[in-house]
């Protein structure tokens, strides 16, 4: 299984302890070693960073955790291939724009006998299942919203459809940011953090690493963290319900109608394209 990372605040936020324990996932803790990738929304800009390499030895990672880059939406990967060679052109997170603006995708999971059909202006440039499922997405809301971005609950709605039909290829974990809303998928295995006031005292569950948020932080913070497994190991993490959709913004969920997909059969190969 590979793992996804996902941040949404409702103030600019550094990812600095969350990434040093996914970093160790990638070669240290877990045997994710086919590349790794972060992306941060930075107003309309954003900035990405991806390396082929493992991530528990990767200089490019060990920049992303010390350097505080402050974002409202942040999205990392760190993959354990299963359809495309390890390569930076299959690394994930991916990008592309739509409607002026930047959206960042990654998936965790195995899409099989799955080739839609693209038209050419959203086409793949390296081989993964993951790569060509963005691509489908976000054709599908430009033909759907060809005037421009719909109201959340619409786009909402419309990923939903679209999840429950690449679902049925199978699995589908995957979170995606417009740099609005984030986008969390559970296919099978995916949860999640909403720290605020007061806040505590956190302890990774891969590092041996400990911060005291309240020393950071104003009582109007609000943060919210996904990941594939719980990256810490004294606070209650919720786990979402396979076959959800659920849409992050100001660092908590937002009710934007039904959740409702169709979870993919556990007994699929799960990996990431």
């Known amino acids: 299984m590979c793992q996804l990372l996902g941040m949404n605040c409702n103030v600019p936020t550094d990812i600095c302890f969350s990434f040093a324990g996914f970093q160790a996932r990638g070669g240290v803790t877990d045997h994710h070693r086919d590349g790794w990738g972060i992306a941060f929304f930075e107003g309309r800009g954003v900035r990405v960073f991806l390396d082929p390499q493992p991530s528990a030895n990767s200089p490019v990672a060990e920049l992303v955790r010390n350097y505080p880059i402050r974002s409202l939406n942040v999205i990392a990967h760190?993959?354990?291939?299963?359809?495309?060679?390890?390569?930076?052109?299959?690394?994930?997170?991916?990008?592309?724009?739509?409607?002026?603006?930047?959206?960042?995708?990654?998936?965790?999971?195995?899409?099989?006998?799955?080739?839609?059909?693209?038209?050419?202006?959203?086409?793949?440039?390296?081989?993964?299942?993951?790569?060509?499922?963005?691509?489908?997405?976000?054709?599908?809301?430009?033909?759907?919203?060809?005037?421009?971005?719909?109201?959340?609950?619409?786009?909402?709605?419309?990923?939903?459809?679209?999840?429950?039909?690449?679902?049925?290829?199978?699995?589908?974990?995957?979170?995606?940011?417009?740099?609005?809303?984030?986008?969390?998928?559970?296919?099978s295995r995916l949860a999640f953090i909403v720290r605020e006031a007061p806040f505590t005292v956190a302890h990774l569950a891969d590092q041996d690493m400990t911060v005291d948020f309240s020393r950071h932080t104003t009582p109007n913070d609000r943060v919210a963290v996904i990941a594939t497994v719980p990256l810490t190991d004294n606070e209650t993490w919720q786990q979402m319900t396979p076959g959800s959709l659920v849409a992050f913004r100001h660092g908590a969920p937002v009710p934007l109608g039904d959740t409702r997909t169709v979870a993919s059969s556990p007994s699929r190969t799960t990996g990431s394209g």
């Open 78 to 187: 760190i993959r354990k291939a299963t359809q495309g060679q390890v390569r930076l052109d299959n690394t994930h997170p991916f990008q592309r724009e739509l409607w002026g603006r930047y959206w960042i995708f990654a998936h965790n999971g195995n899409l099989l006998d799955y080739a839609p059909a693209l038209t050419g202006r959203f086409v793949p440039v390296g081989s993964t299942d993951s790569e060509a499922a963005l691509c489908h997405i976000l054709q599908c809301l430009a033909q759907r919203f060809p005037d421009g971005p719909p109201s959340a609950v619409a786009l909402h709605e419309t990923l939903r459809e679209l999840t429950i039909e690449i679902g049925q290829h199978g699995e589908f974990n995957y979170l995606l940011s417009d740099g609005e809303h984030l986008f969390a998928h559970c296919s």
